[in-house]
Protein backbone atom coordinates (compact mmCIF):
# COMPACT_ATOMS: atom_id res chain seq x y z
CA UNK A 1 0.00 0.00 0.00
CA UNK A 2 1.67 3.32 -1.09
CA UNK A 3 2.15 5.81 1.87
CA UNK A 4 0.40 9.03 1.61
CA UNK A 5 1.95 12.16 2.67
CA UNK A 6 0.57 16.46 2.38
CA UNK A 7 2.95 19.26 3.17
CA UNK A 8 1.89 23.11 2.33
CA UNK A 9 4.97 25.77 2.00
CA UNK A 10 4.62 29.82 2.02
CA UNK A 11 6.30 32.26 -0.31
CA UNK A 12 8.51 32.87 1.88
CA UNK A 13 10.23 29.66 2.55
CA UNK A 14 11.58 29.22 -0.88
CA UNK A 15 14.73 31.43 -0.13
CA UNK A 16 14.85 29.20 2.97
CA UNK A 17 14.47 26.41 1.24
CA UNK A 18 17.37 27.08 -1.81
CA UNK A 19 19.87 28.19 1.05
CA UNK A 20 19.46 25.24 3.38
CA UNK A 21 18.76 22.69 0.51
CA UNK A 22 22.41 23.20 -0.99
CA UNK A 23 24.33 22.75 2.30
CA UNK A 24 22.33 19.54 3.74
CA UNK A 25 22.23 17.65 -0.17
CA UNK A 26 25.86 18.42 -0.48
CA UNK A 27 26.63 16.83 3.25
CA UNK A 28 24.71 13.94 2.39
CA UNK A 29 27.00 12.94 -0.21
CA UNK A 30 29.18 12.08 2.80
CA UNK A 31 28.57 8.65 3.22
CA UNK A 32 28.18 7.16 -0.10
CA UNK A 33 31.59 6.78 -1.49
CA UNK A 34 33.25 4.49 1.14
CA UNK A 35 30.58 2.12 0.74
CA UNK A 36 32.05 0.45 -2.31
CA UNK A 37 33.03 -3.50 -2.45
CA UNK A 38 35.50 -3.37 -5.44
CA UNK A 39 38.29 -5.04 -4.99
CA UNK A 40 41.48 -2.60 -5.59
CA UNK A 41 43.45 -2.80 -2.63
CA UNK A 42 46.22 -0.38 -3.84
CA UNK A 43 45.14 2.46 -1.39
CA UNK A 44 43.88 1.68 1.85
CA UNK A 45 40.45 2.92 3.21
CA UNK A 46 40.02 5.41 5.42
CA UNK A 47 37.91 4.79 8.92
CA UNK A 48 34.16 5.23 8.28
CA UNK A 49 33.03 8.83 8.74
CA UNK A 50 31.20 9.14 12.32
CA UNK A 51 27.73 8.77 12.17
CA UNK A 52 26.59 11.73 13.66
CA UNK A 53 28.23 13.65 10.70
CA UNK A 54 25.59 11.88 8.06
CA UNK A 55 22.41 13.49 10.53
CA UNK A 56 21.13 16.67 11.33
CA UNK A 57 18.47 16.03 13.78
CA UNK A 58 16.90 19.29 13.17
CA UNK A 59 17.04 22.50 11.89
CA UNK A 60 18.40 24.36 14.91
CA UNK A 61 21.91 23.09 13.59
CA UNK A 62 21.92 25.64 10.93
CA UNK A 63 21.37 28.75 13.43
CA UNK A 64 25.08 29.32 12.10
CA UNK A 65 24.10 29.78 8.74
CA UNK A 66 21.17 31.58 8.84
CA UNK A 67 22.11 34.14 11.55
CA UNK A 68 26.05 34.16 11.50
CA UNK A 69 27.87 35.55 14.43
CA UNK A 70 29.44 38.82 14.64
CA UNK A 71 32.29 39.09 12.07
CA UNK A 72 35.76 40.25 13.48
CA UNK A 73 39.52 40.72 12.73
CA UNK A 74 42.55 41.35 14.91
CA UNK A 75 46.09 42.20 14.61
CA UNK A 76 48.67 42.35 17.32
CA UNK A 77 52.05 41.87 18.69
CA UNK A 78 52.46 44.98 16.15
CA UNK A 79 51.42 43.05 12.93
CA UNK A 80 53.41 40.33 13.27
CA UNK A 81 50.20 38.42 13.62
CA UNK A 82 47.05 39.16 11.76
CA UNK A 83 43.94 37.60 12.06
CA UNK A 84 40.65 37.67 9.68
CA UNK A 85 37.29 36.83 10.95
CA UNK A 86 35.43 38.26 8.46
CA UNK A 87 34.28 35.75 6.34
CA UNK A 88 31.57 33.14 6.37
CA UNK A 89 33.33 30.16 5.00
CA UNK A 90 36.63 30.36 7.18
CA UNK A 91 39.08 32.48 8.94
CA UNK A 92 42.70 33.01 8.01
CA UNK A 93 45.62 33.81 10.58
CA UNK A 94 49.19 34.70 9.31
CA UNK A 95 52.22 35.40 11.25
CA UNK A 96 54.43 37.63 9.10
CA UNK A 97 58.00 36.66 10.37
CA UNK A 98 59.88 33.69 11.97
CA UNK A 99 58.13 31.17 13.67
CA UNK A 100 58.55 27.60 15.28
CA UNK A 101 55.88 25.30 15.24
CA UNK A 102 55.76 22.74 18.14
CA UNK A 103 53.84 20.04 16.24
CA UNK A 104 53.30 17.92 20.15
CA UNK A 105 51.06 21.28 21.41
CA UNK A 106 49.41 22.19 17.71
CA UNK A 107 51.43 25.73 18.75
CA UNK A 108 53.24 28.39 16.86
CA UNK A 109 55.66 30.74 18.73
CA UNK A 110 56.74 34.09 17.81
CA UNK A 111 59.86 35.37 19.48
CA UNK A 112 58.60 38.82 21.23
CA UNK A 113 61.03 40.44 23.75
CA UNK A 114 58.54 42.11 25.27
CA UNK A 115 56.65 39.47 25.82
CA UNK A 116 55.26 38.53 29.36
CA UNK A 117 56.44 35.37 31.07
CA UNK A 118 54.38 33.18 31.04
CA UNK A 119 54.39 32.77 27.14
CA UNK A 120 50.80 35.05 26.05
CA UNK A 121 48.39 32.91 24.29
CA UNK A 122 47.48 35.62 21.46
CA UNK A 123 45.02 33.39 18.81
CA UNK A 124 43.66 30.61 17.89
CA UNK A 125 42.38 28.89 15.12
CA UNK A 126 40.16 25.87 13.40
CA UNK A 127 41.68 25.88 9.69
CA UNK A 128 38.84 24.35 8.09
CA UNK A 129 36.75 26.00 5.63
CA UNK A 130 33.38 25.33 6.68
CA UNK A 131 33.05 27.54 9.68
CA UNK A 132 29.40 27.66 9.69
CA UNK A 133 29.10 23.89 11.11
CA UNK A 134 29.88 24.34 14.32
CA UNK A 135 28.92 20.48 14.94
CA UNK A 136 32.12 19.58 12.53
CA UNK A 137 34.18 22.33 13.31
CA UNK A 138 34.17 21.04 16.80
CA UNK A 139 36.35 18.07 15.27
CA UNK A 140 38.87 20.52 13.83
CA UNK A 141 41.77 20.31 15.93
CA UNK A 142 42.15 23.96 17.45
CA UNK A 143 45.57 25.09 16.35
CA UNK A 144 47.51 28.01 19.00
CA UNK A 145 49.55 30.91 18.50
CA UNK A 146 51.94 31.97 21.16
CA UNK A 147 54.26 34.63 21.49
CA UNK A 148 56.85 34.58 23.98
CA UNK A 149 60.10 36.01 25.21
CA UNK A 150 61.44 32.41 24.09
CA UNK A 151 60.52 29.76 21.05
CA UNK A 152 61.61 25.75 21.01
CA UNK A 153 64.76 25.09 19.43
CA UNK A 154 64.47 24.21 16.30
CA UNK A 155 65.19 21.35 15.11
CA UNK A 156 64.26 21.52 11.76
CA UNK A 157 64.59 24.87 9.82
CA UNK A 158 63.22 25.41 6.71
CA UNK A 159 63.81 28.84 4.64
CA UNK A 160 60.18 28.85 3.12
CA UNK A 161 56.75 29.96 4.81
CA UNK A 162 54.67 27.65 6.22
CA UNK A 163 50.74 26.67 4.77
CA UNK A 164 48.20 25.14 7.58
CA UNK A 165 45.08 23.35 7.03
CA UNK A 166 43.12 20.54 8.57
CA UNK A 167 41.69 17.50 6.67
CA UNK A 168 39.71 16.19 8.84
CA UNK A 169 35.86 16.94 8.88
CA UNK A 170 34.54 15.06 6.09
CA UNK A 171 37.61 13.36 5.23
CA UNK A 172 36.67 10.02 3.46
CA UNK A 173 34.40 11.41 0.96
CA UNK A 174 35.48 12.30 -2.23
CA UNK A 175 33.08 15.45 -3.01
CA UNK A 176 34.42 17.13 0.43
CA UNK A 177 38.22 16.37 -0.19
CA UNK A 178 37.90 18.63 -3.45
CA UNK A 179 35.26 20.75 -2.33
CA UNK A 180 36.71 21.26 1.45
CA UNK A 181 40.26 20.59 0.53
CA UNK A 182 41.84 21.16 -2.87
CA UNK A 183 39.72 23.75 -4.78
CA UNK A 184 40.32 25.68 -1.36
CA UNK A 185 44.28 24.88 -1.04
CA UNK A 186 44.32 26.01 -4.71
CA UNK A 187 42.39 29.28 -4.18
CA UNK A 188 44.33 29.82 -0.84
CA UNK A 189 48.19 29.27 -2.66
CA UNK A 190 47.05 31.32 -5.70
CA UNK A 191 46.21 34.15 -3.37
CA UNK A 192 49.16 34.23 -1.23
CA UNK A 193 51.87 32.19 -2.59
CA UNK A 194 51.96 32.71 -6.16
CA UNK A 195 55.43 31.38 -7.62
CA UNK A 196 56.84 31.13 -4.17
CA UNK A 197 57.68 27.81 -2.56
CA UNK A 198 55.45 26.69 0.62
CA UNK A 199 55.47 23.61 2.98
CA UNK A 200 52.15 22.09 4.37
CA UNK A 201 51.41 21.82 7.84
CA UNK A 202 48.62 19.75 7.74
CA UNK A 203 46.42 18.11 10.70
CA UNK A 204 44.93 14.60 10.04
CA UNK A 205 46.49 13.88 7.27
CA UNK A 206 46.26 9.69 7.37
CA UNK A 207 48.44 7.56 6.17
CA UNK A 208 46.10 6.66 3.31
CA UNK A 209 45.03 10.42 2.27
CA UNK A 210 48.91 11.08 1.97
CA UNK A 211 49.18 7.80 -0.28
CA UNK A 212 45.94 8.48 -2.26
CA UNK A 213 46.92 12.15 -3.06
CA UNK A 214 50.57 11.94 -2.72
CA UNK A 215 50.83 13.25 -6.79
CA UNK A 216 48.35 16.19 -6.13
CA UNK A 217 50.47 17.26 -3.36
CA UNK A 218 53.48 17.19 -5.01
CA UNK A 219 52.25 19.31 -7.81
CA UNK A 220 51.28 22.06 -5.20
CA UNK A 221 54.23 22.20 -3.63
CA UNK A 222 57.87 19.90 -3.71
CA UNK A 223 58.76 19.83 -0.07
CA UNK A 224 57.15 17.02 1.79
CA UNK A 225 54.32 17.94 3.96
CA UNK A 226 54.93 18.30 7.85
CA UNK A 227 52.23 15.67 9.61
CA UNK A 228 50.69 17.27 12.92
CA UNK A 229 49.69 13.99 14.11
CA UNK A 230 53.28 12.21 13.92
CA UNK A 231 55.54 14.69 13.99
CA UNK A 232 57.59 15.65 17.21
CA UNK A 233 60.35 17.61 15.84
CA UNK A 234 59.80 21.60 16.20
CA UNK A 235 59.90 23.12 12.70
CA UNK A 236 61.03 26.66 11.76
CA UNK A 237 59.48 28.89 9.46
CA UNK A 238 60.19 32.14 8.02
CA UNK A 239 55.84 33.06 8.43
CA UNK A 240 53.10 31.40 8.20
CA UNK A 241 49.87 31.13 7.09
CA UNK A 242 46.83 29.35 9.00
CA UNK A 243 43.76 28.14 7.48
CA UNK A 244 42.48 27.68 3.70
CA UNK A 245 40.62 30.60 1.29
CA UNK A 246 36.71 28.84 0.18
CA UNK A 247 34.49 30.98 -2.51
CA UNK A 248 31.70 28.44 -2.18
CA UNK A 249 31.08 25.16 -3.28
CA UNK A 250 32.76 24.09 -6.29
CA UNK A 251 33.86 27.73 -7.03
CA UNK A 252 36.78 29.40 -8.25
CA UNK A 253 36.26 33.29 -8.65
CA UNK A 254 39.03 34.73 -10.53
CA UNK A 255 38.28 38.53 -9.75
CA UNK A 256 38.97 37.16 -5.97
CA UNK A 257 42.56 36.01 -7.10
CA UNK A 258 45.25 38.58 -7.83
CA UNK A 259 46.73 36.10 -10.61
CA UNK A 260 43.19 35.46 -12.04
CA UNK A 261 43.40 31.67 -11.66
CA UNK A 262 40.09 30.11 -13.11
CA UNK A 263 38.79 26.12 -13.11
CA UNK A 264 41.06 25.97 -16.20
CA UNK A 265 44.20 26.40 -14.15
CA UNK A 266 43.23 24.04 -11.87
CA UNK A 267 42.38 21.14 -14.07
CA UNK A 268 45.91 21.64 -15.40
CA UNK A 269 47.25 21.08 -12.21
CA UNK A 270 45.33 17.80 -11.84
CA UNK A 271 47.41 17.18 -15.71
CA UNK A 272 50.80 18.36 -13.62
CA UNK A 273 49.80 15.63 -11.64
CA UNK A 274 48.27 12.99 -13.27
CA UNK A 275 48.42 13.44 -16.63
CA UNK A 276 51.95 11.55 -17.29
CA UNK A 277 50.11 8.42 -17.20
CA UNK A 278 49.13 9.64 -20.64
CA UNK A 279 52.86 8.64 -21.85
CA UNK A 280 52.52 5.17 -20.17
CA UNK A 281 51.57 1.47 -21.99
CA UNK A 282 47.34 1.65 -21.02
CA UNK A 283 44.48 -0.05 -22.11
CA UNK A 284 42.74 4.10 -22.20
CA UNK A 285 45.03 5.89 -24.44
CA UNK A 286 45.57 3.34 -27.01
CA UNK A 287 43.34 4.82 -30.24
CA UNK A 288 39.71 4.34 -30.28
CA UNK A 289 37.02 3.55 -33.28
CA UNK A 290 34.08 5.12 -31.67
CA UNK A 291 33.61 7.66 -28.60
CA UNK A 292 34.30 6.27 -25.44
CA UNK A 293 31.79 6.78 -22.62
CA UNK A 294 32.26 6.09 -18.69
CA UNK A 295 29.53 5.21 -17.13
CA UNK A 296 29.15 5.67 -13.61
CA UNK A 297 28.23 2.66 -11.72
CA UNK A 298 26.44 3.18 -8.19
CA UNK A 299 25.50 -0.19 -6.16
CA UNK A 300 24.23 -1.36 -3.07
CA UNK A 301 21.91 0.38 -0.48
CA UNK A 302 23.18 3.47 -0.94
CA UNK A 303 20.47 4.92 -3.03
CA UNK A 304 20.49 6.79 -6.73
CA UNK A 305 21.59 3.31 -8.41
CA UNK A 306 20.37 2.71 -11.78
CA UNK A 307 18.75 -0.50 -11.41
CA UNK A 308 18.94 -1.09 -15.09
CA UNK A 309 22.22 -0.18 -15.61
CA UNK A 310 23.23 -3.30 -17.69
CA UNK A 311 20.39 -2.08 -20.51
CA UNK A 312 21.42 1.28 -20.48
CA UNK A 313 24.96 0.02 -21.02
CA UNK A 314 23.15 -1.31 -24.15
CA UNK A 315 21.78 1.33 -25.25
CA UNK A 316 24.88 3.40 -25.13
CA UNK A 317 26.58 0.96 -27.48
CA UNK A 318 23.70 0.87 -30.37
CA UNK A 319 23.99 4.82 -30.26
CA UNK A 320 27.80 3.98 -31.12
CA UNK A 321 29.60 4.63 -27.72
CA UNK A 322 32.57 2.62 -26.70
CA UNK A 323 31.33 2.13 -23.13
CA UNK A 324 33.46 1.37 -19.76
CA UNK A 325 31.41 0.88 -16.44
CA UNK A 326 33.46 2.69 -13.48
CA UNK A 327 32.76 1.87 -10.10
CA UNK A 328 35.72 3.81 -8.12
CA UNK A 329 36.05 3.26 -4.96
CA UNK A 330 38.27 4.86 -2.03
CA UNK A 331 40.83 2.47 -3.19
CA UNK A 332 41.03 3.31 -6.99
CA UNK A 333 44.21 4.96 -7.51
CA UNK A 334 43.11 8.63 -8.95
CA UNK A 335 46.12 7.82 -11.66
CA UNK A 336 43.95 5.02 -12.61
CA UNK A 337 40.90 6.79 -12.84
CA UNK A 338 42.55 10.04 -14.21
CA UNK A 339 44.35 7.93 -17.29
CA UNK A 340 40.01 6.46 -17.66
CA UNK A 341 38.31 9.83 -17.51
CA UNK A 342 40.92 12.09 -19.07
CA UNK A 343 41.08 10.27 -22.57
CA UNK A 344 37.26 9.16 -22.61
CA UNK A 345 34.46 11.78 -24.53
CA UNK A 346 31.70 11.47 -22.61
CA UNK A 347 30.51 10.43 -18.75
CA UNK A 348 27.62 10.07 -17.47
CA UNK A 349 26.39 9.09 -14.21
CA UNK A 350 23.74 9.91 -11.46
CA UNK A 351 24.21 12.36 -8.97
CA UNK A 352 26.44 11.53 -6.08
CA UNK A 353 30.12 11.99 -5.08
CA UNK A 354 31.86 9.79 -7.85
CA UNK A 355 30.97 12.34 -10.05
CA UNK A 356 33.73 14.73 -9.04
CA UNK A 357 35.38 12.49 -11.20
CA UNK A 358 34.39 14.61 -13.83
CA UNK A 359 36.98 17.21 -12.90
CA UNK A 360 39.37 14.83 -14.91
CA UNK A 361 37.41 15.22 -18.08
CA UNK A 362 39.07 16.98 -20.99
CA UNK A 363 37.47 20.65 -21.74
CA UNK A 364 35.09 19.75 -24.92
CA UNK A 365 34.08 16.31 -24.01
CA UNK A 366 30.90 15.90 -22.54
CA UNK A 367 29.25 15.01 -18.97
CA UNK A 368 25.73 13.95 -18.59
CA UNK A 369 24.53 14.33 -14.72
CA UNK A 370 21.45 12.17 -14.44
CA UNK A 371 18.96 14.69 -11.68
CA UNK A 372 16.87 12.29 -9.74
CA UNK A 373 13.18 13.80 -8.02
CA UNK A 374 14.14 16.74 -5.89
CA UNK A 375 17.80 17.15 -6.68
CA UNK A 376 17.61 20.05 -9.00
CA UNK A 377 19.50 22.62 -7.34
CA UNK A 378 22.11 20.61 -5.64
CA UNK A 379 23.15 18.90 -8.92
CA UNK A 380 23.79 22.39 -10.24
CA UNK A 381 25.74 23.52 -7.44
CA UNK A 382 27.70 20.43 -6.41
CA UNK A 383 28.72 19.22 -10.24
CA UNK A 384 27.08 21.65 -12.93
CA UNK A 385 29.25 24.46 -12.42
CA UNK A 386 32.17 23.08 -12.10
CA UNK A 387 32.20 21.09 -15.19
CA UNK A 388 30.93 24.36 -17.18
CA UNK A 389 33.77 26.61 -15.44
CA UNK A 390 36.29 24.07 -17.07
CA UNK A 391 34.99 23.85 -20.39
CA UNK A 392 33.04 21.07 -20.04
CA UNK A 393 30.12 20.51 -22.27
CA UNK A 394 27.47 19.67 -19.40
CA UNK A 395 24.17 18.48 -19.79
CA UNK A 396 21.18 17.39 -17.61
CA UNK A 397 18.96 14.43 -17.64
CA UNK A 398 16.22 14.93 -15.49
CA UNK A 399 14.56 12.00 -14.46
CA UNK A 400 10.53 11.94 -14.64
CA UNK A 401 8.32 10.25 -11.67
CA UNK A 402 7.87 7.04 -13.59
CA UNK A 403 11.60 6.51 -13.57
CA UNK A 404 11.89 7.26 -9.79
CA UNK A 405 11.26 4.39 -7.50
CA UNK A 406 9.69 6.62 -5.34
CA UNK A 407 6.39 5.90 -7.35
CA UNK A 408 6.47 2.26 -5.90
CA UNK A 409 6.06 4.31 -2.47
CA UNK A 410 3.85 7.14 -2.99
CA UNK A 411 0.97 8.23 -5.08
CA UNK A 412 2.22 10.47 -8.83
CA UNK A 413 -0.36 12.54 -7.78
CA UNK A 414 1.76 13.87 -3.63
CA UNK A 415 3.70 16.44 -3.43
CA UNK A 416 6.41 14.42 -2.90
CA UNK A 417 6.49 13.55 -6.24
CA UNK A 418 4.59 15.85 -8.19
CA UNK A 419 6.60 18.83 -6.22
CA UNK A 420 9.46 18.08 -4.33
CA UNK A 421 10.39 21.38 -3.51
CA UNK A 422 6.55 22.03 -2.29
CA UNK A 423 6.84 19.06 -0.53
CA UNK A 424 9.96 19.14 1.60
CA UNK A 425 8.91 23.48 2.27
CA UNK A 426 10.49 24.10 5.65
CA UNK A 427 10.75 20.64 7.42
CA UNK A 428 14.14 19.42 6.72
CA UNK A 429 14.14 16.21 8.97
CA UNK A 430 17.02 13.79 8.09
CA UNK A 431 13.71 11.29 7.22
CA UNK A 432 12.73 14.09 4.48
CA UNK A 433 15.73 13.67 2.99
CA UNK A 434 16.32 10.16 2.75
CA UNK A 435 13.22 10.24 0.72
CA UNK A 436 15.34 11.77 -2.14
CA UNK A 437 18.70 11.17 -1.48
CA UNK A 438 18.68 7.35 0.55
CA UNK A 439 15.71 5.92 -0.62
CA UNK A 440 15.67 6.73 -4.23
CA UNK A 441 16.86 4.75 -7.07
CA UNK A 442 16.49 5.56 -11.12
CA UNK A 443 14.84 3.23 -13.62
CA UNK A 444 16.03 5.52 -16.63
CA UNK A 445 13.40 4.94 -19.53
CA UNK A 446 15.42 3.69 -22.13
CA UNK A 447 13.19 5.26 -25.43
CA UNK A 448 13.36 8.61 -23.83
CA UNK A 449 17.05 8.13 -22.67
CA UNK A 450 18.59 6.98 -26.06
CA UNK A 451 17.07 9.97 -27.93
CA UNK A 452 19.37 11.96 -25.01
CA UNK A 453 22.28 9.79 -25.80
CA UNK A 454 22.10 10.55 -29.31
CA UNK A 455 22.55 14.16 -28.72
CA UNK A 456 25.46 13.40 -26.35
CA UNK A 457 27.22 11.23 -29.34
CA UNK A 458 26.74 13.57 -31.51
CA UNK A 459 28.61 16.31 -29.59
CA UNK A 460 31.29 13.41 -28.15
CA UNK A 461 31.87 12.62 -31.74
CA UNK A 462 32.34 16.12 -32.85
CA UNK A 463 35.35 16.22 -29.49
CA UNK A 464 36.72 13.22 -30.34
CA UNK A 465 37.17 13.91 -34.03
CA UNK A 466 38.74 17.29 -33.13
CA UNK A 467 41.19 16.29 -29.88
CA UNK A 468 41.13 12.31 -30.38
Known sequence: MKKHHSATVTPGCFVFFVLFFVFESCLRILSEFSVSTTSDRSTPPPPPPDKQLLKLKSIGKWDLVLHPPPLQSSQSQGGKINCDRSHHNYDMCSINGPTALDPKTSAFYIVDDAASTPPKL??????????????????????????????????????????????????????????????????????????????????????????????????????????????????????????LISHGFMTIDPALLPNSATFTHFRALLDKAYGHSRNQPSMYNSPVARPRLVLMSRKGSIGRVISNEDEVQRVAEEVGFDVIVFKPSVRTPLQKAYALINTSHAMVGVHGAALTHSLFLRPGSVFVQVVPLGLGWVADV???????????????????????????????????????????????????????????????DLVRFKEHLKQVYDKATEFKDIEG
Open 382 to 444: CFAKSAKAMGVEYMEYKINAKESSLVEKYDENELVIKDPVAYRGNNWSSDVMDIYLKEQNVKL
Open 122 to 243: VEKIRPYPRKWENFVMKRIKEITIISSPRSPKCETQHNVPALVFSVAGYNGNFWHEFNDGFIPLFITVNSIFPDQDVIFVIDKARDWWVSKYAGLLKAFSKHPIVNLDNDNATHCFTSATLG
